[in-house]
Structures are given as structure tokens and as C-alpha cells.
């Protein structure tokens, strides 16, 4: 099989020219390393977009008459557009597509030794679909009425009826065939991670001893089959709501603005319970890699073996599983049966037992270790304090009681930013400044990579931490001129004006990474094959490695993957290392 | 450098602990049955927190302790320590069901069995205004219907008049009740979801079209106190806010006398 991929390529040789070979290694490669590195700078764009729109968002908020040159004074329909797009672009374009199809596809192969995805082709299609998908959720901005207003959940009937407001017209519907593009193109990516997986491991890689990154990568995949076929169903429905005189989602006698509505019989509820089904995975889906990066990067840089590496496996296993069974912990107050929520919250509890056994094991990992500080650790162990942050306020609006007062208030938008959010970006940076070097061959810089973790650290917890308070305060979210809201919330704004300037700060932070990401692409310090002395395979291959990932040979297992053994300079044992050092 | 982590991390974990602790933040309780709410969020924020110093301060010092280079043993607990690790999730398990169970047992948005002293009231959520409708002399709720909706006629609820037991019925845009009586609330919505927030009674509920859902709450204190929707209704969605308005119980009678012989 590997040795007819390579002939395949001799053969394109022969017959293209060179232009046409450069544009199918680049553009049209089947490469995973080449994809991998698409979907990297595609998450990219879409984190830079996505945290534009958050600035211009938290910039309205404390001074809603600003005009923006050449737009005006944001309206109240333009936030909410704001809302919907910065919510829809980082949850599907950044913390789906970055830590699993970007660093997944680039690392999994290399890390369990083999040459190519199990789908090349589908590989190839799986990103070419997200970016058109990309493409079409970004000219929801530009088409007649603008973007969809009624948020990323985009709860029914607000977003199944166009006279709702506007953006539910066109910019709805882009948004729908954008997110029904991206879920066929997940289902696509997952497939081949899921059978690449089990199918191409390299000899000795027993299961046991994958690396935490893949057996995160594994999982996330399996959710992702699970949950965007459940939402890509859900999106066909909305659309037949929409256009076709179907009622899943709309009930009868509706009437909105002054307008009876012809449906009859649907539910909101019922989407409700679709799109949770899909979005309480997806938040695993956004969190579970960037885990499995930091016992990687913890372990490496602690020099020492990965505490309690099969509690680690079981535990992503656990949360991969409870994941599905906890979605109605977003429909407390919904209306849905007290049998229910009950349920949904006991589960939801559980699920925090597999949590704590991570951050125990991360503690344990750097208990009686010598740190090497490095830029990648430093955001590991930035991590491990944002997610225990985040992770806190979760059982505590697992708490049906709580959740009626803090349910959408700005206590909900402080946990998921920290934890999925910063938690899972922090992941994002780590896996960044950690395979950089392997990815391009240069090494970042490190003053830079600690400047822009002091700025990311502080700002992540002068921006998010005080919107616990404005959500005990009772605020609710997705408000857009504070001053014309209830009295109460009048009084919050001097806080939501510090959160600005926190955030202000924090994105400023990005700008030192930016440069440092391209700047390094130049004038990096070569890196060899092996800069961090880690463990995992993709060590054991040239930086950045051949076409075909390992020269001329395929790597043979001899051992688990984080084998410090704690002792003088050759502190490590590699995977495919023979013999005992 | 990891110094300075551990300064940074308790620092930052100091002020967290402040900034929830600098005030009262939650508003002023204004219901009979928020004390429960109260106590369950404050005994679950002391528990959290507790948690959150614990490990923020074991994290920054295993950083600190762990800042030297250089070789160090590994011993078999180096790989892991499954006693310990079940002591963990029978700790952590225990303190999450328990505080779970605690804060669970509560029946959200159904209907409750009727006090006699009770008064109903049904609230309808549209783009962007709440309606309040009391049943009038005879107790019953008359007939709605979507076509029959017509603000511009004041009828924004739809009230069918061929129906007797509409004819009493009060519409107001201001929510006025009695203190120290139960309030039973009987939601819904015309266009959206919307959800009905009262944070001085620590009450939220979705308004749903198409469902009916409930709510109820004891005014302990006459006074104005703000209602507000909380879940994104529409471009009109921030300015979706109007008023309780808890009343000394002769007042709400006259109130409420004044509005039948309209």
C-alpha cells in the first residue's frame, strides 16, 4: 500500500509540469501534513475574524454611539449578528477545526507511525469543504438583511421564520448550507481518523500504548461521527421549515410581527433537544484534544512518565461517553419534564468525576518533576489553572436550583469562555509552540512565546472572571445597549467597561503571538529532528519530516509513549528506541 | 520564571476569591422561596471555592518545587497510584452528588398544585413586551386566538369575545400582585421563545410557543422590582424589560377592582 502511494507520486511527476505539481502538492495535496497545515491556517483566519467581531462587540458595549469608519453606529440587529457569527465562527472554524482537523491530521499519522491518512482523498475533500463552508458562513455578512441574529444555538422559531428579524431571511439560510457543508466535511475528517486509527498503526503500537493525543483524537473523532450527523439532520429539517412547509420546529398560531404564521404542530423544543444532542459533545469535542496536548507537553517538559496513563485513557473514554447523556443540561428552564432535568443533572455531575481524575493526574505529573520552562509548557500549565477555573462554575449550573437564576446570564458566559474558550485555546497555543519546530522546521521564539503568555494568562482572567459577577448580578446575555436596559443592568456597566479594556489587553497579547508565528517562519532557529527530546514518534522523522513522513523505514514500537526515566542528560527513552537506553 | 508563575497564579486566584467575596453581588431577595436559592448558591460557591484555592495553591506550588534542573529518581508512583486516584473520585464524586441532590431536588416549569390562597396570572412574551392577563371576577382565563391578535385595536393577546369568560379578563402591561401571596404564573409566547427573569425572586422560565409553562413566587416586600428576558428573542431583545409592581394587599384590591369595572 505505502510503496504505491509513493509511485503514485512518481508517476504525477512524470506527467505534470512543474506548475501543476506545485499546485497539487499545495493547494489540491493529499498530503496529511499539507492538510494538517491548511486547516492550521484556515482556524487561523477564522480566530482572527471571530476575535475582531468580540472586540468590536465588547467596544459597543460600553460606547454603543461609536461610529465605525466607513459602517456607522452599530444597530442592535448588527451585535446580535455579531453574536451569532463570533459564537458560530470560534466554536466550528477554530476549537473544532484547529486542535482535531489541523493538529489531528497533521500528528496522528507521524504518531502512530504511517505515512498517510487511510482516505488521502477524503482528507483532501474534508478540508476543501470547510473552507467553502467558511466561505459561505462569512458572506452571511454581505448579503441583503446581513448575518443571522438569533445566536449560534440558533433556538426556533426565532431562526425557522425570515420575518423574525433581520438575517433570518438569506443570512440564515447561508448559515444553515454552511454549517450542513461543514458537518459533511467533519463526518468526512472523522471517518478517516476513526479507521486510520485502527487500521495503521505501525508494529508494536498496541493501544496501550498510543499517545494521550491520539487516544484524544480517537475519541473526539467518534463524537464528532456521533454529534454533526444529528446536527447535520437537524440543519435539513430547519431548512424544510424554512422553505419547503414542513413544521418540525414551528407550532401552530404563531403569530410574529402582527403576522399569522401557516405552520402547525412543530416543537421548539425538539430542536432544542437536536442541536444539545450535537452542541454538548461538540464542547468535548472542542476540549478533549487540547487534553490530550497538555499531558503530552506536561509530561515532556516535567520529564517525567504521564501520572496514571491508563486512569488518562478512561478518563477521555468516560467523558467521550458521558458526553452524549448530558445534553438537557441546557434546557433547565425550557420547559422540559423536572424527570428529565433531574436526570441531566445527576449525569452531568458524574461527568465531572473524569475531569477531576485529569487535573489530578496533570498535578500528579508535575508533582516531584524539574520543570523545563518552556513557552509550551508555560500555556500547559496555564491550561491546567484555566480549566480548573472554568471547570468550578460547571457543577454548579449543573445544579437545576442555581441554573434557574444563572441560567443565561453572564455566569454561563464566563464558564464556557474560560473552559472551552481559553482552555481549549491555551491548548491550541501549547500544541502550536510545541510541534511548530516539527511542523516548520524553525523553532518560535521563546521571549516572545512568554511574552504572549504573561498578556494571554492575565487578560484570560481580567476578562472572564468578572463576568461571573455580572451573571450573580443577574445580567443576561446578548445584550446590546446596556442603557437602555432594565436599571439594574445600567448599574453593571462600569464593570462591563473594565472587561473591555481586559479584553483589549488580551487581544493585544495575540498580536506578539502573530508576529512571532511568522516572524519565526524566517528567521526561527533551525530545529533538528528532536528539539524538545520527547518520545512520540513524530520525533523520530526530519523536521519537517519527507513526503512519506518516515525515511526509509517505518518505526518500530518498542514502548509506551512517555518513557522519562528521570535521570542525567538522556532522560528519555523513545518509542522506537531499542533496548533499555 | 516559575517564581513568578507562583506569585501570578496566587495573585490571580487571591482576587478571583476577592472579587466574589468584594460585595453581595446577587440582588436583593424579594420572594420567600429565594432563601433557599441563596443558601444553596452560597453553600456552593464556599465548597467551589474551597476546591478552586486548593488546587490553584497545590498547582503553583508544584511548579515552584519542581524549578530545579536536574536528575531526579523515579519511584513506581511516578506512573501513578491507583489508591489514591479512587480516593479522588470517591471525594470529588461525593462532593458534586451531594451538592447535586441538594440543588436538584426541584420541580422547574410545571404546574403546581393550586394554594387556595393563591392568584393566577398568565404572562405572554412577544417581540418585545410582556402582557400580564388576570382572570377577572369569575377565575377562568377566556379563549384566545392567534388570528384575533391586533395591538393596534388593544387586544394584543387575541381575546375572543363570543367567549363569556373573556369578558372579565384584564390585560395589563405591568405585572401588579399582592404581597405575601403565592403567584402562580402561567407562561407563554406569541412569536419567540423568550424567558421571563425576575432576579429580586430568584425566578427565571422560558416562555415557549406552542407549550404552556409555569412559575410561582411569594412576594415578601411591597415595591417596584424589574422583570427582564433573558433569552435572545430578537433584535429588541435587550429593551424587553418592564416591572413588578408588589403591592400592600388593600392596595392590590382596589387595584384590581378598578381595573374589573373598566
Keep these: 500500500m505505502v510503496p504505491n502511494a509513493a509511485d503514485a507520486t512518481r508517476t504525477e511527476s512524470n506527467t505534470l509540469s512543474p506548475h501543476e505539481i506545485s499546485f497539487k502538492r499545495r493547494v489540491l495535496s493529499r498530503d496529511h501534513k499539507v492538510i494538517g497545515l491548511q486547516y492550521f491556517w484556515l482556524s487561523l483566519i477564522a480566530a482572527l475574524t471571530g476575535t475582531f467581531l468580540s472586540l468590536l462587540m465588547r467596544i459597543h458595549l460600553i460606547s454603543p454611539a461609536l461610529r465605525l469608519p466607513g459602517f456607522g453606529p452599530l444597530k442592535p440587529e448588527d451585535y446580535l449578528a455579531l453574536v451569532t457569527m463570533h459564537g458560530t465562527l470560534m466554536v466550528f472554524f477554530v476549537l473544532t477545526t484547529a486542535p482535531q482537523s489541523a493538529f489531528g491530521n497533521y500528528f496522528l499519522p507521524l504518531q502512530i507511525g504511517a505515512r498517510e491518512m487511510c482516505f488521502p482523498l477524503l482528507n483532501m475533500l474534508s478540508f476543501w469543504g470547510t473552507a467553502l463552508s467558511f466561505l459561505v458562513m462569512v458572506s452571511a455578512f454581505l448579503v441583503s438583511g446581513g448575518a443571522p441574529i438569533s445566536g449560534w444555538s440558533q433556538y426556533t422559531p426565532l431562526s425557522a421564520v425570515p420575518s423574525a428579524g433581520p438575517g433570518q431571511g438569506l443570512g440564515m439560510d447561508l448559515w444553515i448550507m454552511s454549517i450542513l457543508i461543514f458537518c459533511i466535511a467533519s463526518l468526512l475528517g472523522a471517518l478517516n481518523f476513526i479507521v486510520t486509527t485502527l487500521r495503521s498503526r505501525t508494529r508494536g503500537m498496541s493501544l496501550m500504548r498510543l499517545p494521550l493525543t491520539v487516544w484524544a483524537w480517537f475519541v473526539t473523532a467518534i463524537l464528532t461521527l456521533l454529534s454533526f450527523s444529528v446536527l447535520m439532520a437537524a440543519g435539513i429539517l430547519l431548512f424544510c421549515d424554512r422553505h419547503y412547509g414542513t413544521s418540525f420546529f414551528v407550532p401552530t398560531g404563531l403569530v410574529v410581527n402582527g403576522n399569522l404564521i401557516a405552520h402547525r404542530g412543530g416543537s421548539p423544543l425538539l430542536w432544542q433537544h437536536l442541536f444539545w444532542f450535537f452542541g454538548h459533545p461538540e464542547v468535548y469535542i472542542a476540549i478533549l484534544p487540547g487534553m490530550g496536548v497538555i499531558s503530552t507537553v506536561i509530561s515532556t517538559f516535567a520529564r517525567k512518565p504521564v501520572f496514571g496513563y491508563r486512569a488518562m485513557v478512561y478518563a477521555i473514554i468516560a467523558i467521550g461517553f458521558l458526553g452524549f447523556l448530558v445534553w438537557g443540561h441546557h434546557m433547565f428552564i425550557s420547559g422540559m419534564s423536572p424527570y428529565a432535568v433531574s436526570a441531566f443533572s445527576l449525569v452531568t455531575l458524574v461527568i465531572a468525576v473524569p475531569s477531576a481524575i485529569k487535573t489530578f493526574n496533570w498535578l500528579g505529573t508535575l508533582w516531584h518533576s524539574h520543570i523545563r520552562f518552556t513557552t509550551p509548557m508555560l500555556f500547559a500549565l496555564g491550561f491546567v489553572s484555566l480549566f480548573v477555573t472554568g471547570g468550578l462554575s460547571g457543577p454548579i449550573l449543573a445544579q437545576p436550583r442555581l441554573d434557574t437564576y444563572l441560567h443565561d446570564t453572564y455566569f454561563v458566559v464566563a464558564h464556557f469562555h474560560l473552559i472551552m474558550g481559553m482552555a481549549a485555546v491555551f491548548g491550541i497555543f501549547a500544541a502550536t509552540y510545541f510541534w511548530y519546530p516539527k511542523m516548520f522546521g524553525r523553532m518560535m521564539s521563546e521571549p516572545l512565546g512568554r511574552i504572549h503568555f504573561w498578556f494571554s494568562f492575565i487578560g484570560a482572567y481580567a476578562t472572564f472572571v468578572p463576568m461571573h459577577l455580572l451573571g450573580l448580578a443577574g445580567h443576561p446575555r446578548r445584550y446590546s445597549e446596556l442603557s437602555e436596559s432594565a436599571a439594574y443592568i445600567q448599574q453593571l456597566i462600569p464593570l462591563q467597561r473594565f472587561i473591555t479594556f481586559a479584553a483589549i489587553f488580551l487581544i493585544v497579547g495575540q498580536l506578539v503571538f502573530l508576529w512571532n508565528l511568522f516572524a519565526s517562519l524566517r528567521k526561527g532557529r533551525t530545529a533538528d529532528a528532536n528539539p524538545w527530546q520527547a518520545t512520540t514518534l513524530e520525533w523520530s522523522t526530519s523536521s519537517p519530516p519527507p513526503r512519506h513522513d518516515f525515511e526509509p523505514d517505518l518505526p518500530v514500537v518498542q514502548r509506551g509513549p512517555y518513557a522519562f526515566v528521570g535521570e542525567g542528560e538522556k532522560d528519555f527513552i523513545p518509542q522506537w528506541k531499542h533496548g533499555n537506553n | ?262
Excluded at chain 2, 433557599?36 to 453553600?43: G, I, N, R, T, V
Excluded at chain 2, 398568565?122 to 379563549?143: H, K, L
Excluded at chain 2, 392590590?252 to 369595572?261: V, Y
Aim: hydrophobic fraction near 45%; aromatic fraction near 10%; proline fraction near 6%.
Design chain 2, 1 to 262: 520564571m516559575p517564581l513568578l508563575l507562583l506569585i501570578t497564579i496566587i495573585i490571580v486566584t487571591l482576587a478571583t476569591a476577592f472579587l466574589f467575596l468584594a460585595r453581595h453581588w446577587l440582588p436583593l431577595l424579594a420572594a420567600s422561596a429565594g432563601s433557599a436559592f441563596d443558601h444553596q448558591l452560597h453553600l456552593t460557591l464556599a465548597a467551589y471555592g474551597i476546591a478552586f484555592l486548593i488546587v490553584q495553591f497545590v498547582l503553583a506550588f508544584f511548579i515552584w518545587k519542581s524549578r530545579r534542573p536536574g536528575g531526579r529518581k523515579l519511584n513506581p508512583r511516578s506512573y501513578g497510584w491507583a489508591a489514591l486516584e479512587v480516593v479522588i473520585v470517591l471525594l470529588t464524586g461525593a462532593v458534586f452528588l451531594t451538592l447535586g441532590v441538594k440543588g436538584g431536588a426541584v420541580s422547574i416549569g410545571q404546574p403546581i398544585p393550586s394554594e387556595k390562597q393563591a392568584i393566577q396570572i398568565e404572562v405572554t412574551g412577544m417581540q418585545f413586551q410582556w402582557y400580564y392577563r388576570y382572570p377577572g371576577a369569575d377565575g377562568r382565563f377566556g379563549q384566545t386566538k392567534p388570528e384575533l391578535i391586533d395591538a393596534s385595536i388593544g387586544n394584543p393577546l387575541g381575546l375572543d369575545s363570543s367567549d363569556p369568560a373573556a369578558h372579565d379578563d384584564i390585560v395589563a402591561s405591568q405585572l401588579v400582585v399582592p404581597v405575601n401571596r403565592p403567584v402562580e404564573l402561567v407562561l407563554k409566547s406569541q412569536d419567540v421563545v423568550h424567558s421571563f427573569f425576575v432576579p429580586t425572586m430568584r425566578l427565571q422560565m422560558n416562555a415557549v410557543p406552542g407549550l404552556t409553562t409555569y412559575a410561582s413566587f411569594t412576594p415578601t416586600q411591597a415595591g417596584t422590582f424589574e422583570v427582564v428576558c433573558s433569552q435572545l428573542c430578537g433584535l429588541g431583545h435587550y429593551r424587553m424589560h418592564g416591572t413588578i409592581n408588589v403591592l400592600p394587599a388593600e392596595q392590590f384590591e382596589r387595584w384590581i377592582t378598578s381595573k374589573e369595572h373598566k
